[in-house]
């Protein structure tokens, strides 16, 4: 059964520095999404795209956050900055046109020190 | 906004015994809605959805739950559980628009006793 996979499963990085999460959707997908879980508190929404372009974001995806679809397999989230609060499990999230559940990635736990 | 509201923060129930987690919405049209679950170092894994139709719905691993319009709940059920049903269950809304982003709610840790 196809899956949707994140790399790397933990990134530690200083305060400041530049990551780049990435995510392999399933191949049919035409919708993907980050969503994040800081630790302790609900899953976030962070952002959609479609069609290569951003379909949707919330008021936590602001200038430091970027994603992009590099080719016609991965689907990355970029934090430009990172800052102590952005500590967190990001979810990779797709799902085909014609139906709405959105399957998840085992998600990147990444830790800003 | 849409919002979901998941009362129990932990529930502890015996191998074999039935299972009942509570999921309340705010929504203002017709919701999409959705059970995941999550195990220890795991993603989120459906379990069911609900569009529309029939207000009873069936998933995975024995799970089923009911849409209660009236009420504005989607309670999922199990009637006997086992040991790995052990896990983080979370309920989410699925916004019908653009971006079809899911709100959760915050999450109930279910813990089975042998």
């Known amino acids: 059964e196809p899956e949707v996979t994140q790399t790397p499963s933990h990134q530690v990085t200083q305060m400041g520095q530049e990551v780049i999460l990435r995510c392999v959707p399933i191949s049919n997908h035409l919708y993907f999404y980050w969503y994040r879980q800081i630790l302790g508190q609900k899953v976030e929404f962070l952002v959609s795209?479609?069609?290569?372009?951003?379909?949707?974001k919330s008021e936590i995806f602001d200038d430091q956050f970027s994603v992009e679809r590099p080719d016609g397999s991965n689907f990355t989230l970029k934090i430009r900055s990172t800052k102590l609060e952005d500590s967190a499990m990001y979810f990779c999230?797709?799902?085909?046109?014609?139906?709405?559940?959105?399957?998840f990635g085992p998600g990147t736990r990444l830790t800003v020190t | 906004a849409q919002s979901v509201t998941q009362p129990d923060i932990h529930i502890t129930v015996s191998e074999g015994a039935s299972l009942e987690l509570r999921c309340n919405y705010s929504y203002g049209a017709t919701p999409y809605l959705f059970w995941y679950v999550q195990s220890p170092g795991q993603g989120l894994q459906l379990l069911l959805k609900y569009f529309s139709g029939d207000t009873l719905v069936q998933g995975i691993k024995g799970f089923e739950a009911e849409f209660k319009r009236s009420q504005s709940s989607f309670n999922l059920r199990k009637p006997s559980v086992h040991w790995s049903d052990a896990a983080e269950y979370f309920c989410a809304v699925g916004e019908i628009a653009a971006g079809n982003k899911l709100t959760f709610g915050g999450g109930t840790r279910v813990l089975v006793k042998p």
């Open positions: 999230a797709s799902r085909p046109a014609s139906r709405y559940e959105q399957y």
């Open positions: 795209f479609y069609n290569n372009e951003i379909s949707e």
